[in-house]
């Protein structure tokens, strides 16, 4: 497992890195209510062959919410409880809960970061989108999960992870310094055999790198072009060009192959 650097992406941040600027410009290049990419067509890929209707749903770094309205409203989770250790994240989506009448299946909770607030066997489903890369100790998170899930249950992720488990290359350095949120990245081989280890069966990674290098091409363009007089005029012009030079980092290390975002499955036995 590599070791932990510090650098964006996904909901379970340090408390206070997601600043008004970051979160202005995450949600004008990914949606309303998101901070990660793909908006409800990745969440319904992720989602394919996983069917969560009528599941009790705990979402590990639930950010602004948006995905857990998704997870409730068009894939019949039964309920939602979405934790993160921003406690402007929560609040935040707990307002949005509240504008969106979802208050009674949806709840969020802040966390402290250490061991998951929930009795074992409380939840059908584990999910996360785009935020474990944030957690330093991976077989520690996969032990958590495995514990709160019941009998049975499955966990439903997707994650920013890395190719390979050597020394990070100068462009990687260079887009973690750009980036300025916590990165503990892990491989994809690191990744299965760390679930694996905490005791979880029929897992299966999906890597994402060909869905998200074009994607993330045409977000620089649009920022530098189409979208860039509204992402200078809600968040200053300084502001918007550190992000573009950031979002042309990012594209560099996906170019390289570096930079890999995967689907992560796994279920615990009965």
Not at 104 to 116: F, M, N, Q, S, T
Not at 140 to 148: H, K, N, Y
Not at 181 to 203: C, H, K, P, Q, T
């Amino acid at each position: 497992m590599t070791e932990p650097t510090n650098a964006k992406v996904g909901g379970l941040s340090e408390p206070g890195e997601y600043d008004d600027s970051m979160l202005a410009l995450l949600q004008i290049i990914w949606g309303d209510g998101f901070l990660s990419p793909g908006g409800s067509e990745e969440i319904a890929r992720l989602l394919e062959g996983s069917s969560i209707a009528g599941c009790k749903v705990l979402d590990i770094g639930c950010g602004l919410g948006a995905i857990d309205e998704l997870l409730v409203r068009e894939h019949g989770a039964s309920s939602v409880v979405g934790v993160d250790i921003d406690p402007q994240l929560v609040e935040r989506m707990r307002a949005r809960m509240a504008r969106a009448g979802l208050g009674d299946r949806i709840e969020c909770r802040c966390v402290d970061g250490g061991p998951l607030p929930f009795e074992a066997a409380a939840f059908d489903v584990v999910f996360s989108k785009d935020s474990l890369v944030q957690i330093p100790e991976k077989a520690g998170i996969f032990a958590e999960i495995l514990r709160v899930l019941r009998p049975g249950g499955r966990f439903i992720a997707s994650d920013w992870l890395r190719r390979g488990s050597g020394a990070y290359s100068t462009e990687m350095m260079e887009f973690f310094r750009l980036e300025g949120i916590a990165y503990n990245m892990a491989s994809l081989e690191e990744s299965a055999a760390a679930l694996r280890a905490a005791g979880f069966r029929d897992v299966r990674i999906r890597d994402r790198h060909d869905w998200y290098l074009p994607l993330a091409q045409s977000e620089l363009e649009s920022m530098e072009g189409v979208l860039g007089p509204l992402i200078a005029s809600r968040i200053g012009e300084a502001r918007a060009q550190y992000f573009i030079d950031d979002w042309r980092q990012m594209v560099v290390v996906l170019e390289r192959g570096e930079l890999r975002p995967a689907h992560l499955k796994a279920v615990k036995p009965a």
